[in-house]
């Protein structure tokens, strides 16, 4: 977006090689966005579509596990490849086909958190992306025990599968609770009041303050 304008790339190069250097937590920050992006589309509420839900289980599980090999090996070509070419396709439109809008709850929350306290983009969407499944599970319920089954190969209902993803990003050395990250959880109607999110919002479930408060409340350790 520039001047009100969107615009968008006819073609985009990305060379692997070049991202040798990015430090561990902003490889696993990447990784982690890229994972939330993939999710807006596949929780956004849409009914199950074969074809984009199996895309987005593989992107996640390509993701996961480049992430891991560089976490080890921050000079494999082949997994930073692997991950660079997974997150173009977390966000290209790909992913959205058949399915409308995402819901992006969890980034317009995650945003109020890096506005407030400068945490990392990705660093606050591993706090936040893990509650907003548990918050809206009715909603969204078979769709989290699809994930679990497909992408981590466990069975069980909606919270083992949130759990499993919060041990992965914790395994990665993110932040899984505000505590976590230095945020107070007592700061959750000033989160939720912050102007980076726009009420009401969602489309897997609509959310208004108190719910934002609600799904704060669970990305605490206190909870």
Not at 120 to 147: C, F, R
Not at 161 to 187: C, F, H, M, Q, S
Request: proline residues 5%; glycine residues 10%.
């Amino acid at each position: 977006m520039h001047g009100g304008v969107i615009t968008t790339p006819r073609i985009s190069i990305i060379d692997p090689s070049v991202q040798f250097s990015l430090p561990r937590e902003q490889t696993v920050y990447g990784a982690i966005d890229a994972i939330t992006h993939v999710a807006e589309y596949y929780f956004n509420g849409s009914k199950e579509l074969n074809f984009p839900d199996r895309l987005c289980e593989s992107l996640i599980r390509t993701i996961i596990g480049s992430t891991r090999i560089l976490i080890e090996n921050p000079e494999d070509y082949d997994a930073r490849a692997e991950l660079a070419w997974s997150a173009t396709m977390a966000l290209n439109g790909t992913t959205a086909v058949g399915r409308g809008r995402g819901d992006w709850s969890s980034h317009q929350i995650e945003h109020a958190l890096s506005a407030i306290y400068d945490i990392a983009h990705g660093a606050g969407l591993s706090i936040i992306l893990p509650a907003w499944l548990e918050y809206t599970k009715d909603a969204n319920g078979d769709k989290i025990v699809q994930m679990g089954e497909r992408v981590f190969g466990i069975k069980g209902g909606p919270e083992e599968t949130i759990e499993e993803l919060r041990n992965i990003y914790a395994a990665w050395g993110a932040p899984v609770y505000l505590e976590d990250g230095g945020i107070p959880p007592k700061d959750a109607e000033k989160i939720a009041e912050n102007g980076s999110i726009d009420y009401p919002l969602g489309s897997a479930k609509l959310l208004e303050k108190e719910d934002v408060i609600g799904i704060l409340k669970l990305a605490s350790k206190s909870k």
